[in-house]
């Protein structure tokens, strides 16, 4: 009897993590979920401004989008409405996710939670602003560009928003490289001087990163590998500095 006892109170705080995931996760749903019910009243304008990259680069009189079923514009509807539903729950998402790794931090760095909050939120959307303002037209004009050299553009309003949601969502995650470096960091599981050891394969994994992310021309790939590296180098320098403070608090 006692040995049960014993087990069964030592599965509280995994209960208890559990159930405090679940209400974390439940909180950012209901955020999407009131986001994307707004969002898609507006979901004719979004999908409007969403492509005026696309119609930026379109020859003149071909600056159209096409649709070849009976829900293809319905669906894009919803995934317009989608992404704008995640990036304004964000912040709630971010929030929520800290909130929950808070208590697995050492009180003296509990301080922390709320600029890794800002940092996260402020890395997401420069993230994805980057992509929408330079990658995205960098990508459709070499292919259009491409395409344009043997046949005239008919892009459906589908295949547009397919890419453009794929992109926006994974140039917005790569951003928050540092935070996810330094929340290791924290957690002891690396630390700067591993991060210093590796910034020769860092180096070649950007620039693989960038000829994935990007069309296959050396400006575009370029310019995604500078910020991922240089983000890499700040998040050891922000790693070496906390190291050095931890160092120095009386134990």
Not at 81 to 108: D, G, I, M, R, T
Not at 133 to 138: C, S
Not at 204 to 225: E, F, K, N, Y
Request: hydrophobic fraction near 55%; charged fraction near 15%; aromatic fraction near 16%.
């Amino acid at each position: 009897m006692k040995n049960e006892e014993t087990e069964f109170l030592g599965q509280m705080p995994l209960m208890s993590h559990l159930a405090e995931l679940r209400r974390r996760l439940i909180k950012s749903f209901l955020a999407i979920l009131v986001s994307f019910a707004v969002a898609f009243f507006f979901s004719e304008e979004i999908i409007n401004y969403l492509k005026i990259p696309l119609l930026a680069e379109l020859p003149e009189g071909s600056k159209n989008l096409y649709f070849t079923g009976l829900i293809d514009v319905f669906m894009v509807s919803i995934k317009a409405s989608f992404l704008v539903a995640f990036l304004a729950a964000s912040p709630v998402c971010f929030y929520q996710f800290w909130c929950f790794l808070a208590p697995a931090l050492y009180e003296k760095e509990k301080k922390y939670v709320k600029p890794f909050i800002c940092a996260s939120i402020l890395l997401f959307f420069t993230g994805i602003l980057f992509c929408y303002y330079y990658i995205i037209p960098l990508t459709l004009e070499f292919f259009l560009k491409m395409g344009l050299e043997v046949g005239v553009p008919m892009i459906t309003i589908n295949d547009y928003f397919s890419l453009l949601l794929v992109m926006i969502l994974a140039f917005g995650v790569i951003f928050e490289l540092p935070v996810i470096l330094l929340l290791l960091g924290f957690l002891n599981i690396v630390d700067y001087v591993i991060l210093a050891k590796y910034r020769k394969i860092v180096i070649i994994l950007s620039l693989v990163v960038g000829a994935i992310m990007t069309p296959p021309d050396p400006i575009s790939q370029v310019a995604l590998a500078i910020p991922l590296y240089l983000m890499y180098e700040i998040s050891i320098v922000l790693l070496r500095i906390f190291h050095r403070k931890k160092s120095l608090e009386p134990s």
